[in-house]
Nanobody, 118 residues
Framework: QVQLVESGGGLVQAGGSLRLSCAAS????????MGWYRQAPGKQRELVAF???????NYASSVKGRFTISRDNAKSTTYLQMNSLKPEDTAVYYC????????????WGQGTQVSVSS
């Protein structure tokens, strides 16, 4: 059974940085796309960034230029480097692993809180 565990969240002042990590247990192949999502109170869960097994990335326009997603397949770990944080980045951040055929595999972590103060 695949488990995803996020870490690295916390409280930071505006302009600061955090690095989130998502560690996967169980079998996750490189064909899975890894993504980071976030959900602020009263808001819909939104895609922040994703990265394919081949290293192709995509970012939400709101974080482009500030956040960087990366993965280390050998370590089964995905990262989200967050720089120049803004109060509007405050949310619970979730890691996701999705097979190209989602019914085969679509896994979520428990989330980690990121709070940015002004």
């Amino acid at each position: 059974q695949v488990q995803l565990v996020e870490s690295g969240g916390g409280l930071v002042q505006a302009g600061g940085s955090l690095r989130l990590s998502c560690a996967a247990s169980g079998t996750i192949s490189s064909i899975y796309t890894m993504g980071w999502y976030r959900q602020a109170p009263g808001k819909q869960r939104e895609l922040v960034a994703f990265i394919t097994g081949g290293g192709m990335t995509n970012y939400a326009s709101s974080v482009k230029g500030r956040f960087t997603i990366s993965r280390d397949n050998a370590k089964s770990t995905t990262y989200l480097q967050m720089n120049s944080l803004k109060p509007e980045d405050t949310a619970v951040y979730y890691c996701n692993a999705k097979h190209p055929i989602s019914s085969i595999g679509n896994y979520w972590g428990q989330g980690t809180q990121v709070s940015v103060s002004s």
